[in-house]
């Protein structure tokens, strides 16, 4: 199955009898015609699988390759999967043995890779038994199999867009300290499978893990790892029956049950995502001359478009807010070390906060009294500031100040409303309608109030702006959007919230205005308090993922919107407008963000034109509908 990007993979491992290919084989068929039902495009079956991995010194009887070239043969004839399938077996080149994964289509062998390194310690034995294929694969680029030549040695399979690329390694390449993978990685592959033979004992899972997840990361790949079951044989060891899909450093797919039955995963790899991370990857760009190998066979494969595509997992509709405890220790410790860092440098120790009763705020304040408390600063010198309007709810206020007078910080409060309606007079404005002039003036009062307090303070104005409204551009340009240190920039408005929420967990005597903020609708308050931000501008939820997706994934508006139906059950249309609007204050508002403060990144990524998002501020919306189907 592959569509939008999208490709579905699936390691398998059958039960298996050592030396009885045809049980295995047709165990094999089983599963590839149950599989037909999830439609994978590449399944992988582990090492050896065709005559089992533990036959020893039966690889040297010519029956047994016989009823192993037999049992393929058979296969091909008998398979019902219409993708990819990979498996072990083994070939005899002039009399040499060869270890090797088997690439197939249909009825037809797209390819051979040998084994190139073997193990040959504790209970390994295979240098015994095989040849390595490292030598013979430099000057040997096909064999003759089944009345065909088939290619043989270092490949690299691809569909005819060239979208998808992968190669094969068997078991113990993925151990070496140079591996096969990182030249199939560096020429272009983008997923690797493994065949693998690999017995269990303590701790060993925990580096297959490891592994899959360096080798992933490092090339911004895709890896399938499979390994024969406990089925094989318990002479000497427990094979591990272990499976794993891992993505960029992630691994989205693992079962690690020992087991004597049957069983298969199935993981969705983002082909386009990887080739955006590449893109974006100065370390990959920069191998490209040294690994460049013109020895790799290139083999084409058939991969057809699905009309849709059936994920293994839920999308996640949250991508930016963290999903383990010490995800949130993280980001509050990364917080707190930017403003203080500030502080030192500059050489003092206050900070002067505008605190509204709204999520924002109530976010800086937190972070401020732990990064005080953690720093062992006195309270005492942040500085807490309402500055209510006729606009202000009673609720935010009373959030506000009940949050202040709790969390013992220095308290003042300065009434804005007589000052806004003399900016008025002055440029004449008539004071209705309640236009965005008139919410402006608040909001650059405000800032301009805050920044006069720091400089009678000898302290520095924190920002409270997150990374949700900076993308979007919901501030007023030198109003809100301007601080000396920006402290939730490096936040979207999804991961605000529930970092807000984990306080809860620090400061349990705010738990109870904590949950008020949270109830309370987002809102300016800046032309009546019963304003609703996402009326306006959409759900933060929408946006926060369409933010990831475009800037983390790389995705275009129209995957993206594809992307939505799958996670929110939006229609198409809807998710289409919401994607353009998201476009449109995207782009037009990239000159505020030229002049944002500092913060520091918290997410992954970050909006700073300083540093990660290089766009001038009159850049145009371009169309990004998506031609991937």
Known sequence: MYSHGFLKVAAACPTARVGDVMFNVNEMLRMLENATKKDPAIICFPELCISGYSVGDLVFQKYLYDDSLAGIKYLLAHNPF???????????????????????????????????????????????????GTNVSKDLRSVHLFDQDIPFGKIIFQNST????????????????????????????????????????????????????????????AYVYVSNNASESSSEAVFSSHKLISENGNIIAEDDDISLKSSIIYGDIDILKLHYLRRNNCYYKSIQDSIRDESINIVQFDLDNDEDYVFEHEIEKLPFVPKHRDDYVDVIN???????????????????????????????????????????LNRKDIIAVTLPSQENSEITFKNAKELISKLKVTYKEIPIQEDVNRQMNLIGHKKEPKDVTYENIQARFRTYTLMNLANLEKGIVIGTSDMSEVALGWSTFNGDQMAMYGLNAGLT?????????????????????????????????????????????????????????????????????YLMT?????????????????????????????????????????????????????????NTESKNK
């Open 82 to 132: 219409k993708g990819i399938i990979i498996f072990g077996s083994f070939v005899v080149i002039n009399d040499t043995i060869y270890n090797c994964g088997f690439i197939a289509q249909k009825d037809r062998i797209l390819g051979i890779v040998p084994k190139n390194f073997l193990p040959h310690t504790n209970e390994f034995y295979e240098a015994r038994w095989f040849a390595a």
């Open 162 to 221: 060239q979208e998808v690329k992968f190669g094969a390694e068997v078991c113990a390449d993925m151990w070496a300290p140079i591996s096969p993978n990182e030249r199939l990685y560096g020429n272009g592959a983008l997923i690797v499978f493994n065949a693998s033979a690999s017995p269990a004992h303590v701790g060993k899972r925990f580096k297959r893990q490891i592994l899959t997840e360096s080798i992933s990361l490092k090339f911004n790949g």
């Open 334 to 376: 990364i917080q707190a070390a930017s403003v203080i860092k500030r502080l030192d440098y500059i050489g003092i120790t206050k900070t002067v906060l505008g605190v509204s009763g709204g999520l924002d705020s109530t976010l800086a304040l937190l972070s401020l009294c732990y990064a005080y408390d953690r720093y062992h």
């Open 493 to 561: 408005k999804t991961a605000v919230k529930e970092t807000v929420r984990f306080y809860k967990g620090i400061y349990p005597e705010v738990a109870a205005v904590i949950d008020s903020v949270l109830e309370t609708p987002i809102s300016p308050e800046l032309s009546n308090n019963k304003q609703k931000t996402e009326d306006i501008i959409g759900k933060y939820e929408i946006n926060d993922f369409i933010l990831y997706h475009f800037l983390v994934n790389g995705d275009d508006g129209g995957r993206i919107a």
């Open 566 to 622: 799958k996670a929110f059950g939006m229609e198409p249309l809807k998710a289409k407008a919401a994607v353009d609007h998201f476009n449109q204050r995207f782009y037009s508002q990239q000159y505020k963000r030229l002049s944002m403060p500092e913060g520091a990144k918290i997410l992954g990524i970050s909006l700073s034109p300083r540093t990660e998002l290089r766009l001038n501020g009159d850049i145009y919306r371009v």
